[in-house]
T-cell receptor, first 112, second 124 residues
């Protein structure tokens, strides 16, 4: 079983819709959870971090964490064509000194 | 936010040559540097973790004699791909972190790593 799993997509949503991206992780010692956006040929860019169960909102982005289910999601409201990218879920396991373990990423396509 | 640079951004070399990639933290002291590799349409895979002044810790399956990492100062780490071959062609990304996994708040996010822009290596 992979440590961090994501659906590779592509996930296609129309402009203005809500995009929902999901991620599951296997290590119950995971303490920190991140969502990165990566455009083709570019380095990942941090868009959300979450540490506690529940929701965290930042602009059009909402991260949701459920540690009991080992599940973290990212919602993008009012999706824009510029949101089209690969979204990487990453976790840090307790005691690993910030070592990030990435999922394979979900490619999002926002259509006009 | 903290800035990390990489040089070069793109390099093309002949098979058998060695290539050095530099990673610099521009406005903070990076006790820890992480080196990742990303193949097309794949995720980032951690290659090694280096702490300033000590030997790097390599992930399973990564050849330490092929991928030489030096972290001689708190602002500079280098990755040298020795005797590069076409299968080493990839996107190499470094990330700089703070001592002991310490995290800081950066634009409403608490984070422990700051990524460089990446280096595209093509081996002919």
């Amino acid at each position: 079983q992979k440590e961090v799993e994501q659906n590779s997509g592509p996930l296609s949503v129309p402009e203005g819709a809500i995009a929902s991206l999901n991620c599951t992780y296997s290590d119950r010692g995971s303490q920190s959870f991140f969502w990165y956006r990566q455009y083709s040929g570019k380095s990942p860019e941090l868009i959300m971090s979450i540490y506690s169960n529940g929701d965290k909102e930042d602009g059009r982005f909402t991260a949701q964490l459920n540690k009991a289910s080992q599940y973290v999601s990212l919602l993008i409201r009012d999706s824009q064509p510029s949101d089209s990218a690969t979204y990487l879920c990453a976790v840090v396991v307790t005691g690993t000194a910030s070592k990030l373990t990435f999922g394979t990423g979900t490619r999002l396509q926002v259509t006009l | 936010g903290a800035v990390v640079s990489q040089h070069p951004s793109r390099v093309i070399c002949k098979s058998g040559t060695s290539v050095k990639i530099e990673c610099r933290s521009l406005d903070f002291q990076a006790t820890t540097m992480f080196w990742y590799r990303q193949f097309p349409k794949k995720s980032l895979m951690l290659m090694a973790t280096s702490n300033e002044g000590s030997k790097a810790t390599y992930e399973q399956g990564v050849e330490k004699d092929k991928f030489l990492i030096n972290h001689a100062s708190l602002t500079l780490s280098t990755l040298t791909v020795t005797s590069a071959h076409p299968e080493d062609s990839s996107f190499y990304i470094c990330s700089a972190g703070l001592a002991g996994g310490r995290q800081i708040k950066d634009n409403n996010h608490i984070r422990g790593q700051f990524f460089g822009p990446g280096t595209r290596l093509t081996v002919l």
